[in-house]
């Protein structure tokens, strides 16, 4: 990393450079706190400005602040925080002396009625407050001051925030998009570390990992400053961990809830405990810990109609042309989900400015899933003797005469797991604040599975009915009944075991120094980090395709015998049939292995394909500096970042076969890039309550790692020529990253009483969308034709986001409880594809839906808290496949409902409903009425207690 070194020795000197006269020999300092008067909270985010120059800095999360080089005399201060009387100080600065005082003040509410702002409301404010004095553009979410979230995790969360939208997978959020883009594009951190992908693609990852009880704050940045990583085309969000200093004296908080689920008719638990407190002779030290176990029961039910094709001929009642599925799947998903996380960190702050830290976290998530499956093969073989209807350009009701059924079993477990180790600290000299750290951050996942097969040998007649592809119905005409166990004969067995193992190493540090630019507060900053994160995914996978004597069917007693799943399958739609019990046939299968013949290069091949080893190191080095006058603040500065990638795969030779080791070639590609990324932000207060923002910078995301791999598949003829090319396909080690020019602007007007109105806008032109692409070119020195992924194209994505929030204490009572919380986005983007048969198309990005929404009604007073919500999000573009019949997810709505109630000072009751109306999660192939995903989830309720001391 000689250059990023070279940089940073560079900034450093300039700021080392007097570029204006530093603090002068008669001048001192304030420090000062700032408090809820009632319940003796830090105020974190709350504006104080020097009166006179008009210098304005924020509170910490501690509830501090200071001002440097201030001349002596006298002088007054004037604090605000959104919902709150505003208070003004008299300060008198002596000469080389810190001068110290504390505001406390009251909330705007008050005045109307006695109403403390606590529980949800403050959090709230919190979460304004913060936003409205930062220079960028931010949402957060934010705990009280108990560590209470009105969300179970950071994933559930975060969905309510504008232009924010989760990918769902088995009723429940995961993944997050941040205005249109994809969850690979966005960065994650936990109090500034990386939080590593424990997924395939080595970029995405999963929130609904990390819970409540672990974090005081999420926040998303979407519009990243130099001092960030440049990694975040959507934006970056960070979990605030816990901090004892986040609030005076001792907290101990525990929860306990019963959790049930009305499709899986069971019930299961969650619990919770976090502890923070503050020691020391004069309370410089702080420990804190948090600790969580959960355990989810649920049932997802689909329909899967695969394999759609315009399918034409003669039938009885004349010609048909139309869409019709070749294959339709019927999955009994019984899920079990245990989730284990816990914190620590522990702190000794010397002063108001010199902080050391030591923080941890990990987090397990596993999830059991059985997976019974009906399979009903050919649908699409229709019968030239039956009628058929077409409606919608598609066949709605149809015959076929050489239906097969199969039958899978599919016991798997997931694991993933998540922690991070940082060590660091920060301090003030003169007029240098300084910061050192370095972290260790862990991602795991972990896939055990075993799938058996069975097929019927005989053909079955039915008939379709997919007036509703999303529910279809078969009815059984004449042939093998496919619910007779006897029926089935052993087909397939797999074995799988998958391991990805995410690392990284990060050591970073920040200086900064304070001056004055034109008689105006000028901050200089510079910084470098250094990254080195190796990748590895390694996967066993064992394909049996016979057994080695006997037969082994459906309901063979040594599986403990078949038995009927489900009755009232899809709401009654069907019977389900039978199965051998899951969990049973997976410990048969691991303890019978000699039992079935293996085939020998399906297994080689299936095992090495997809295995990989990527390993970054990435050198970074800003420069950034902001200059404040009155309500005015500009900040801007430029990031550097070098790139280099150490990536392994397997080489295939296709002229070989499957089952010779010589096939495959374990190969290496070293590639280096350079990034430069500047940024310019611009924040404005025309008014005591208008905030005007405005930002350019550059972005940037890393191809997903498995996409860079060297993995390849090899065809060379005897003689290659241009007319003869060596055919390659597979991964590309040469890709680069993804790469964002962004601007922002946005509108926010404060309210009295907790409240915001805001609006703003947004565009993204992205260079280099990572598609997969077909051209001739050469490949080790011959004519070659070569299909892999590349960096093809341009994007564009653009959008407004409009926010209303009030807590509406102005209203006589009992309404003064009431409140209002609604957020709009409108995204558009458009890309040009490169895939083979589709270039020159243009389709929206992955993952971008048209329209986001959030509406919540709520109620506070006198202990009792309600929020009825409601989310909701347009279709989304989720997989290409040929033209015309794209993979997309239906829009998702859901109603959600919170309700608690504090019994006694220290006991709360709460209950919690979600998807209150059911709402299946579903997909379709080019047009909706075409589905080729349909689950049934549920609703889920919890009813629990909150303790706090």
């Not at 005081?216 to 004892?244: F, W």
């Not at 976090?274 to 420990?287: H, I, L, P, Q, T």
């Not at 830290?357 to 050919?378: D, K, T, W």
Request: no cysteine.
């Amino acid at each position: 990393m000689p250059s990023v070194i070279r940089l940073s020795a560079i900034l450093s000197a300039l700021l080392l450079t007097p570029a204006a006269a530093p603090a002068q020999d008669n001048t001192g300092a304030i420090a000062g706190r700032v408090i809820d008067a009632a319940t003796q909270a830090h105020l974190a985010g709350a504006a104080v400005i020097l009166v006179g120059p008009g210098t304005i800095t924020t509170v910490e999360r501690d509830g501090t602040f200071d001002f440097r080089g201030i001349p002596a005399g006298n002088w007054s201060l004037n604090v605000s925080y959104v919902g709150y009387i505003d208070q003004s100080l008299g300060v008198t600065v002596t000469a080389g002396q810190t001068a110290r005082l504390e505001a406390a003040l009251t909330p705007e509410i008050v005045q109307l009625q006695a109403m403390r702002v606590e529980g949800a409301r403050e959090g709230q404010a919190r979460s304004i407050n913060q936003q409205r004095s930062a220079t960028n553009l931010k949402n957060i979410v934010a705990a009280d001051t108990i560590g209470t979230f009105p969300d179970v995790n950071a994933a559930e969360a975060l969905k309510r925030l504008p232009g924010i939208s989760t990918v769902r997978q088995r009723g429940e959020d995961r993944d997050i998009t941040i205005r249109g883009a994809a969850p690979n594009l966005n960065a994650i951190t936990i109090d500034g570390v990386s939080v590593l992908s424990n997924q395939v693609d080595g970029r995405t990852v999963s929130l609904d990992v990390y819970p409540a009880e672990q974090l005081a704050g999420v926040e998303i940045t979407k519009s990243a400053l130099p001092d960030q990583d440049g990694d975040s085309i959507g934006g970056v969000i960070n979990l605030r961990t816990k901090s004892a200093f986040d609030a005076r004296g001792r907290i101990v908080a525990a929860n306990a809830f019963w959790h049930y689920n009305d499709l899986a008719a069971q019930s299961s638990y969650r619990t919770g405990l976090n502890f923070s407190n503050v020691v020391g002779a004069k309370g410089e030290w702080g420990v804190q810990f948090s600790a969580s176990r959960a355990q989810r029961k649920a049932l997802e039910e689909t329909a899967e109609p695969a394999g759609w094709a315009v399918r034409s001929g003669a039938a009885a009642n004349g010609a048909y042309a139309g869409y019709a599925p070749n294959n339709l799947s019927f999955t009994y998903v019984d899920i079990k989900r245990e989730r284990t996380g816990g914190s620590f960190s522990l702190e000794r702050k010397a002063d108001s400015s010199a902080l050391l830290y030591l923080r941890a976290s990990h987090n397990e998530f596993i999830e059991r899933n059985a997976r019974p499956r009906l399979v009903v093969q050919n649908a699409g073989a229709i019968s030239a003797a039956s009628p058929v209807t077409v409606a919608d350009g598609r066949l709605i009701a149809f015959t076929s005469a050489t239906v097969r059924g199969q039958r899978v079993v599919n016991p798997r477990q997931f694991t993933d797991t998540g922690s991070s180790v940082a060590l660091g600290g920060r301090t003030r000299i003169d007029d240098w604040k300084l910061e050192l750290a370095g972290a260790l951050a862990r991602g795991a996942n972990r896939q055990d599975s075993v799938t058996g097969q069975w097929q019927t040998a005989a053909n079955t007649t039915a008939s379709f009915d997919l007036t509703d592809s999303e529910r279809p119905v078969i009815t059984r005409v004449a042939g093998v009944d496919l619910n007779d166990a006897a029926a089935y004969a052993f087909n397939q067995l797999q074995v799988q075991d998958r391991r990805l193992r995410n690392l990284e190493y990060s050591v970073k540090g920040d200086a900064s120094r304070e001056l004055t630019g034109g008689g105006n507060p000028l901050k200089l900053s510079t910084g470098f980090k250094f990254r080195w994160s190796p990748k590895k995914w390694d996967q066993e996978n064992q394909q049996y395709n016979t057994l080695a004597a006997g037969t082994l069917a459906l309901n063979d007693a040594r599986m403990g015998g078949a038995s009927e799943v489900k009755s009232g399958f899809l709401g009654g739609l069907m019977t389900f049939g039978p199965s051998v019990a899951p969990y049973s046939f997976y410990d048969f299968a691991k303890a019978n292995r000699s039992l079935f013949v293996p085939n020998a290069g399906t297994t080689l091949q299936n095992t090495l394909a997809a295995d990989y080893y990527v390993s970054e190191g990435i050198g970074a080095g800003y420069v950034m500096g902001e200059w404040t006058r009155r309500t005015f603040t500009a900040l801007g500065g430029v990031r550097y970042e070098r790139t280099t990638t150490e990536s392994k795969g397997y080489r295939q030779n296709t002229g070989l076969a499957t089952a010779d080791p010589a096939r495959y070639t374990w190969v290496r590609h070293d590639s280096a890039y350079d990034d430069l990324l500047p940024g310019i932000h611009l924040r404005y207060a025309p008014r005591k309550k208008l905030v005007l923002r405005a930002s350019w910078n550059n972005t940037l995301a890393r191809p997903q790692t498995n996409r860079l791999s060297p993995s390849l598949n090899v065809t060379t003829p005897a003689t290659p020529s241009a007319a003869d090319p060596v055919m390659v396909s597979g991964g590309n080690p040469e890709l680069r990253p993804t790469t964002s020019v962004n601007v922002d602007f946005s509108a926010e007007y404060y309210l009295k009483a907790i409240g915001l109105l805001s609006a703003g806008y947004f565009r993204k032109n992205i260079d280099g969308p990572v598609y997969r692409r077909t051209y001739d070119g050469a490949y080790e020195g011959s004519p070659a034709r070569l299909t892999v992924f590349d960096n093809a194209g341009k994007a564009r994505v653009s959008g407004t986001e409009f926010t209303y929030q009030h807590q509406l204490g102005f209203l006589p009572g009992p309404f003064d409880g009431l409140g209002i919380y609604a957020n709009y986005t409108l995204v558009g983007s458009e890309v040009t594809l490169t895939e083979p048969g589709r270039a020159g198309e243009k389709l929206p990005l992955f993952h971008q839906s048209r329209q986001l929404g959030n509406l919540a009604l709520t109620y506070q007073k006198q202990g009792v808290f309600v929020r009825l919500a409601y989310n909701w999000r347009g279709d989304y573009l989720q997989a290409l496949a040929t033209a015309g019949l794209d993979q997309y997810a239906r829009g998702f709505q859901s109603y959600d409902l919170l309700a608690s109630y504090k019994i006694k000072p220290r006991w709360t009751v709460k209950f919690e409903a979600t998807n209150l109306d059911a709402a299946p999660e579903q997909q379709y192939a080019g047009a909706s009425q075409r589905s080729i995903y349909h689950g049934d989830t549920g609703r889920s309720y919890a009813l629990g207690v909150i303790w706090n001391y």
